[in-house]
């Protein structure tokens, strides 16, 4: 018999709404596997059973009914503990919110309730979500169930981690400068950031967020399949009043001409050679699937990297400086040292120049786009980094604040991007990122089920 615990979420959606398998037994087998491996690991850092097993006996109960079950029913998920999930702690990995009960769900997670996902649990995130690696003094950190010896990612690395060992089929995560795409690229797994305003979000718990966090942090799906991320953010992007960005619009638009860029360097990044050849073999598969390619350089990043760290920096100045302080993450306040010297303090100034400048390079990255409808690019400079590398030195971090120049740069102008798992190079996981103009991640999907199809088929890890 097939493990449930290796299935898709589209195969355990098909497979209960057929009566095949039963909701239960698909969560009885992801609780078994999760105490089972979690552990090990420690992705879940909130148990949901409780909550898991009275919805998958509801989900039996209408399907013998012959009621509609919604698109996700029985399908495991996790949700991070940085968003509202109604009855748990919202704590962004921080001892002083472990007592922040959420009375509401976040709208996106209400979306995907009501589709009939089943949450099994919540997925650890770094101090703050400051970091691409995830540890914290309240939940502790997460390892890599593929390596323990480096990175799961961060901020989502919980999430990505938990997809990898097949605790959940799909899991949240957000995105302001990587924390979808990095943590699935360093688990082996794949990752959607979408559009600004694709995905419904608000945090009742901690409130509206300042301009920074409003035009570049969004949810999005994890998942093993390219499907599962499509049927993911079809049911998450049910648009929703309490988000003022949330945007109502179609899944699919316009046909599109199958062109692509191919850029292996952006903007002059530092890019490790099995980085490059995963995105030559990429372009490669596009090829035979009938696209064009050229190499060709995208607009700047740097700028727009910079644009980003101004604005999650006076975010995180304004918003969480005194917590910094009082929470005591010595981690965090490492990261959050550096990065404001390479910026300078949060001035009106300085805060409204990026805000003008962005204008500049949303335009420069719209009118690139209108031409080649998909970027390719690497997701990271390196392949994944060691466990900690980035608090070891101020030159360790500053490294990898470089080979992350894409994950810091393209949020700003608010477009979506896609990390696609490829196989592995020098013993760790290696992918690809695909870019497209704001609303196309019909495109991104398209492009990254070709790519899919032509690589080696993501497969559970086994942590020891």
Not at 36 to 57: F, G, K, L, M, W
Not at 222 to 230: G, W
Not at 238 to 248: E, F, G, L, M, Y
Not at 306 to 329: C, K, P, Q, S
Request: glycine letters at 8%.
């Amino acid at each position: 018999m097939t493990d449930p615990c290796s299935l898709s979420a589209s195969e355990v959606a098909r497979a209960v709404a057929r009566g095949d398998l039963s909701a239960v037994e698909i969560a009885e087998a992801h609780l078994a596997r999760l105490d089972r491996v979690n552990p090990s690991i420690n992705a879940v850092v909130q148990d949901c059973r409780t909550e898991a097993r009275a919805v998958a006996s509801d989900i039996d109960a209408r399907r013998q009914r012959g009621e509609d079950l919604g698109p996700l029913a029985g399908v495991p998920i996790t949700t991070k503990v940085n968003a509202d999930h109604a009855g748990y702690a919202t704590t962004n990995g921080l001892r002083l919110l472990n007592d922040n009960i959420a009375e509401h769900d976040s709208p996106f997670i209400a979306n995907m309730r009501g589709a009939g996902a089943v949450t099994v649990g919540r997925t650890n995130t770094p101090a703050f979500s400051l970091r691409w690696f995830t540890k914290n003094g309240l939940h502790g950190q997460t390892l890599n169930p593929r390596n323990p010896a480096i990175t799961p990612g961060g901020s989502s690395g919980g999430a990505a981690a938990a997809v990898a060992a097949g605790l959940c089929a799909i899991a949240h995560g957000t995105d302001i400068a990587g924390s979808i795409r990095y943590p699935a690229y360093a688990c082996g797994v794949h990752g959607l950031r979408p559009s600004l305003g694709r995905v419904p979000v608000l945090n009742a718990t901690s409130g509206d967020r300042y301009i920074g966090a409003q035009l570049m942090a969004v949810s999005g799906p994890i998942a093993r399949t390219i499907e599962d991320l499509d049927l993911a953010l079809r049911v998450m992007s049910v648009p929703d009043r309490r988000d003022p960005w949330s945007i109502a619009l179609p899944p699919e638009t316009p046909d599109f001409p199958k062109r692509a860029a191919i850029c292996l360097a952006p903007d002059g990044m530092l890019v490790d050679a099995p980085v490059k050849q995963a995105v030559a073999d990429a372009a490669r598969h596009l090829e035979d699937a009938g696209w064009r390619v050229d190499e060709i350089p995208c607009p700047p990043l740097r700028p727009a990297a910079r644009i980003n760290t101004i604005l999650w920096m006076a975010e995180t100045h304004f918003a969480v400086g005194d917590m910094m302080e009082r929470e005591g993450d010595e981690d965090a306040q490492f990261v959050y040292r550096i990065i404001s010297q390479d910026v300078g303090a949060p001035d009106l100034e300085t805060i409204m120049t990026a805000l003008k400048d962005r204008a500049g390079l949303m335009r420069a990255w719209d009118l690139f786009l209108e031409e080649y409808p998909l970027l390719l690019c690497p997701v990271s400079g390196e392949l994944p980094f060691d466990q900690q590398a980035d608090v070891r030195s101020e030159g360790d971090f500053h490294r990898i604040y470089e080979a992350q120049l894409t994950q810091r740069g393209l949020p700003v102008m608010g477009m979506p991007s896609l990390a696609v798992a490829t196989g592995s190079a020098e013993g760790r996981p290696v992918g690809v990122q695909l870019v497209s103009a704001r609303f196309r991640e019909d495109i991104l999907l398209a492009a990254g089920a070709e790519i899919e199809a032509a690589s080696p088929r993501v497969t559970l890890a086994e942590p020891a």
